[in-house]
């Protein structure tokens, strides 16, 4: 009996010591929240007449991330892998920035975006200028839904590479709120579109 308490204290005083031994009260990974999903919990299957929620870009898109894309030859450029880091932070009421740092087979390059989100409308629009010699404009709606999942259908105006007239579509699919990957395709001089990869972009933690 002794014995048998003698366990019971030196647990109780070891569990006591761990906790107090977390620099500013810090919790442990798995008391640590983690993003969460966009449709809020009904408590109940949802229904048919269920309303999706308007998509709010910035719980779910502020902040860095990191992506990963092989990409096909064409007149964007080479062939081979792409990655590096996108930084999405907000500017003012509903326009945003994402700069992306890249290196591919040609070496290092920089995009910057300028977003505008029309939460009411459920359309966004961007504007990307290419460190590697091309700007392009972007629009395209906001589609959800009651499972969660949201998809961006963005179209891009003709814009000139190299003598070339270039359109580009990128749909994206936010998957979950730590990961989205993008079915992108390209069409040159008025041709059909064509696949130019679907990359993924990851939180960084």
Not at 51 to 61: A, E, G, I, M, N
Not at 180 to 188: K, N, W
Request: glycine content about 12%.
């Amino acid at each position: 009996m002794k014995r048998a308490l003698f366990l019971v204290l030196l647990v109780s005083a070891s569990t006591a010591t761990g906790e107090a031994s977390r620099p500013g009260g810090a919790t442990s990974s798995a008391e640590q929240q983690v993003p969460k999903g966009q449709m809020p919990a009904l408590g109940r299957p949802t229904e048919t007449g269920d309303t999706v929620p308007l998509f709010d870009f910035d719980s779910y898109f502020l902040g860095k991330w990191t992506f990963e894309w092989s990409m096909p030859e064409s007149p964007l450029g080479p062939a081979g892998p792409y990655s590096g880091t996108t930084v999405v932070s907000k500017l003012d009421g509903r326009f945003y920035e994402a700069v992306t740092e890249g290196e591919g087979p040609a070496g290092p390059f920089r995009i910057r975006e300028v977003i505008a989100y029309h939460k009411e409308n459920k359309t966004l629009a961007r504007e990307v200028a290419d460190s590697r010699g091309f700007n392009y404009l972007m629009f395209g709606p906001v589609g959800g839904d009651l499972g969660g999942i949201y998809n961006i259908h963005f179209d891009s105006a003709p814009f000139a590479v190299n003598g070339k007239s270039i359109r580009v579509r990128h749909t994206m699919h936010l998957l979950s709120p730590l990961n989205y990957r993008v079915a992108t395709a390209i069409s040159v001089d008025g041709g059909p579109f064509t696949n130019l990869g679907t990359p993924w972009w990851r939180k960084a933690p």
